[in-house]
């Protein structure tokens, strides 16, 4: 993993790891079809998804610095003060990519971190 990654790695396991990956915007399978196209960045799912994931859903809000916080017990001043909307998008791909796409959960419903 690269800097970058592991320190998304770093934030995904102080925030949840489950926890996140229930905030992903769009299917595994869609996931995995961009991923397949060569799409490492999961640019091609439209930014605005990724936004809204991580807590923006009113983009005139955001640039006033008042969030809105969707699915408020994932991202919380306890675990994520501080971190800006980009942080948390990559937080998300990064997750979406390393514990969903290419790592899924186990069938019994616990989480494989390594």
């Keep these: 993993m690269t800097g970058h990654e592991q320190q998304m790695e770093g934030y995904a396991d102080i925030i949840g790891i489950a926890a996140l990956r229930r ?6 399978e869609r996931i995995h079809k ?9 640019n091609s799912i ?17 640039r006033t610095g008042k969030f809105d916080m969707a ?14 909307l980009s942080i948390r998008v990559s937080i998300l791909k990064h997750v979406a ?5 290419l790592n899924p959960p186990q069938e019994d419903g616990a989480d494989e971190t390594t």
């Design 23 to 28: 905030l992903l915007p769009v299917s595994v």
């Design 71 to 84: 699915y408020g017990e994932v991202f919380t001043s306890a675990n994520s003060r501080g971190l800006s």
């Design 97 to 101: 990519k390393y514990h969903t796409a």
């Design 46 to 62: 439209p930014l605005e998804l990724w936004d809204k994931a991580a807590g923006v859903d009113n983009p005139e809000r955001s």
């Design 34 to 42: 961009a991923l397949a196209r060569g799409d490492k960045h999961l």
